[in-house]
């Protein structure tokens, strides 16, 4: 591996640092071993919220991107996969897709473009089942993430890649394509798709996972779904960690906006979105980044 470190990106959707509250945060519910490990047995809040050590460290970061209304994750998605104040740009926050002027910014602009212009290797590990295929053929409409890698000459992963193990469901653990069709899909555990993420990382100079669950838990202002899946994150980050070079790769998680950390409203939060960061360089990356817009240059100044 050369010296820039093999950076494997784990978008969270609808994650923010909230208040140490046991009654509406499920960070302070969940079980959560692998994160707590990374600082000292204790999970970051609002009154703590810069941690740092040998191996990691996680600072705050601004998702309002300047506006005074809730952060949504089209525009959010877009700053941060292009550097830009998108949501400036349209005078407004706006979501879940891209606002239709802001797609040819993010087609030019967005993180897969710089690197594959610096000669990285890119991938986007999620798979997709045939009915998101139809769907985006029919409506055209996806998350930035995906809007951006099929910009930059992507392809998308299908059921196929998923079987031979070369991609990872959006859920994790593949339990859901059951329903949507496939059962001949295996089940696998959380440990194993962190395992297979870094092996992807291993093969490619920068790979993204994309997890929207607890977007969704969030939104259901559900503690037990909220703490179910942060669990399962939770496990799926200690298996990458089991199988992760602290000398040669970069483990980034960071959000588009708040949401799961605060169960007392339904909306969207305005707190700031977690940078944490684990491995080569980590310190370089979270002493330089302070809003959502940095992330993109900062990795792309790491891997140049």
Known sequence: ??????????????????????????????????????????????????RENTVASVAPLNATLGLPDYPQSGTGQAALLTGI?????????????????????VAEKNIFQHLRQNGRRCFFANSFPHQFFEYLATKNRSTAITYAWL????????????EKGRSLSADITNERWHKLGYPHIPIITPQNAGKRLVRLTEKYDFVIYE???????????????????????????????????MKSMLLIITSDHGNIE???????TRNPVPLIAYGKHHRR??????KITEITPAIIKLME
């Open 1 to 50: 591996m050369g010296k820039h470190p093999h950076t494997l990106l784990l978008f969270l959707d609808g994650v923010g640092i909230g208040k140490k509250d046991l009654n509406h945060n499920p960070f302070f519910n969940a079980n959560l071993p692998t994160l707590q490990s990374f600082f000292g047995g204790r999970i970051p809040h609002l009154r703590d919220t810069h």
């Open 85 to 105: 104040n998108t949501a400036r740009l349209i005078g407004k926050h706006f979501g879940p897709y891209l606002y239709s002027s802001l797609k040819p910014i």
């Open 151 to 162: 910009s930059s000459g992507g392809k998308l992963n299908d059921h196929r890649s998923l």
């Open 211 to 245: 997890y929207f669950y607890t977007d969704h838990a969030g939104h259901s202002q559900s503690m037990k779904e909220a703490v179910e899946v942060l669990e399962i994150l939770d496990t799926l980050i200690g298996g990458i960690i089991e199988w992760f070079d």
């Open 262 to 268: 605060d169960l007392s409203i339904k909306s969207h």
């Open 285 to 290: 990356l979270t002493s330089n980044v302070k």
